[in-house]
């Protein structure tokens, strides 16, 4: 794996130029793709191009941390004049005509795309299966899953592609696939990074956050990102991480919820007991809490995704941009089968499901108690915090499942029970490597923390990170 800080020690010794950097990414993501399908375009053009701006830059002096060091952007990330598919038939031939505020920011500092990470169609999902590109594959052993949605970043991330990636986490897509690889990756607070440009799935849990290779990386990453853009009303500026990370965790209070730890396999039962106690070991005191509302916030979860995407993803109707059906017999023959033939199984089934929870007679029994339980769960997270400054929780209950394992929709949502109760309250939260399972596949820690306090939890994942060591591939 590579490392931004070391990538950057390359440069500013003059011992390898961005443009070499560049090449070998663009050499590595040549040779692995076929086997990963981590990638769902190389961008080696646009590589070189950058690489040759960031030398100039470095040799300019005083060029920003991330300057020369390539990474890995999602395909739901908006990249004028290179395709951004979502990995989706729909937007198979798309080419967005502006960048994404996240593109943007990172260009400005020398950044070098390697190439537009595979995910789930639409970032529904979380094994990578509903890709029309076909699934992403772990990079720790590609015959199991890279998890989803933001498995391709993940998998290209462990892979070494690229020091770092940007993902989008709607109700765990990064931290899920970042757990799945064995890198760590993090769900900044709602607002913390502007999503103009990101395609929208479920606009009020959306968010954009940074997978990498270690806890301090993930820092670099969110600072550079983070803070308000007036393009995107919901983003504001926040603390910045890097220079809070030193601070230790004397003192810090740990939440446990038995609610998260019930239905665990004894190695992930094991893995997240070693974590507690690398926590304590750094200075931190363990305290119980109570999280009563965690089982009602996935079908919450999966109703307001679905209504809210049901609504987003009306805008694909074949008369704009997109997909559109050859032969029809009138306008409304015309959206309906540019849509069943643009749309993959999940998202129609999504679509379906959102349509239905907002009719008139099913709003109040469905919608309305989502909203309901959405409170609820925010509420359990105040409590929390009341008395824990950090909840420290598994990421999945499960290590990555075969790809091609035959999961029912319900088994695949379950996989996220985790993770989506922080998208629900907004609050932030990160993944760190905090073990391997006996079949070696790596298991992951999850911190949540309090609106804004990314670097709180940051701290908390280093102190796991430098009692776990880390995955080999
Ligand atoms: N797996 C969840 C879903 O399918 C989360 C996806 C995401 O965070 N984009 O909705």
């Not at 916030?297 to 008369?319: F, H, K, M, Q, W």
Request: glycine residues 10%; negative net charge.
């Amino acid at each position: 794996m590579k490392t931004i800080a070391g990538i950057s020690e390359l440069l500013r010794s003059r011992r390898a130029s961005a443009a070499e950097i560049a090449a070998d990414c663009i050499a590595a993501a040549k040779a692995k793709n076929p086997e990963l399908n981590a990638l769902v375009a190389i961008t080696g053009d646009e590589a070189a191009r950058a690489a040759e701006k960031a030398d100039r830059m470095l040799s300019a002096g005083d060029a920003p941390e991330l300057c020369g060091v390539p990474f890995i952007l999602k395909d739901n990330i908006s990249t004028a004049g290179i395709a951004t598919t979502c990995a989706s038939k729909m937007l198979e031939n798309y080419v967005p005509f502006y960048d994404a505020a996240v593109w943007e920011s990172l260009k400005a500092r020398g950044a070098v795309m390697i190439g537009k990470g595979n995910m789930d169609e639409f970032a529904m999902g979380s094994t990578n299966g509903t890709s029309y590109f076909g699934p992403a594959r772990n990079a720790v052993n590609p015959a199991y899953a890279a998890g989803g949605s933001s498995g391709g970043v993940a998998s290209a991330v462990a892979a070494g592609l690229g020091a770092y990636g940007i993902g989008s986490d709607t109700g765990g897509s990064v931290r899920l696939p970042a757990s799945f690889n064995g890198v760590a990756g993090l769900k900044p607070t709602y607002g913390a990074v502007s999503r103009y440009g990101l395609i929208a799935y479920a606009s009020s849990l959306d968010q954009i956050g940074p997978i990498a290779s270690n806890v301090s990386d993930l820092a670099v990453v969110f600072d550079a990102i983070t803070g308000r853009d007036a393009r995107d009303m919901t983003s504001r500026d926040a603390e910045t991480a890097s220079d809070k990370l030193a601070g230790g965790i004397r003192g810090m209070r740990i939440g446990i919820a038995d609610e998260f730890f019930e239905n665990l396999s004894g190695e992930i039962a094991s893995a997240l007991e070693d974590a507690a106690r690398a926590l304590e070991a750094a200075g931190a005191v363990r305290v119980s809490v109570k999280f009563p509302r965690l089982r009602d916030a996935l079908p919450a979860y999966y109703v307001i995704a679905c209504a809210e995407a049901s609504s987003n993803l009306g805008r694909y109707d074949g008369l704009r941009y997109g997909h559109r059906a050859a032969e029809s017999a009138d306008l409304e023959d015309f959206v309906a089968r540019t849509r069943s033939e643009g749309f993959g199984d999940e998202a129609r089934r999504r679509i379906m499901l959102g349509t239905y929870v907002l009719s008139a007679g099913y709003y109040d029994a469905f919608y309305n108690k989502a909203l309901l339980i959405r409170r609820a769960v925010r509420n359990d997270f105040r409590r929390v915090f009341e008395t824990a400054d950090v909840l420290l929780t598994p990421t999945a209950h499960v290590t990555a499942p075969l790809v091609g394992a035959e999961l029912s929709p319900t088994e695949t949502y379950l996989t996220d029970i985790c993770t989506v109760p922080v998208n629900i309250a907004g609050v932030p939260a990160v993944s760190v490597p905090c073990g391997t399972g006996k079949n070696g596949l790596p298991i992951g820690a999850q911190l949540i923390g309090r609106h804004f306090r990314e670097y709180e939890i940051l701290r908390a994942a280093l102190a796991v990170e430098a009692a776990y060591g880390g995955t080999a591939i």
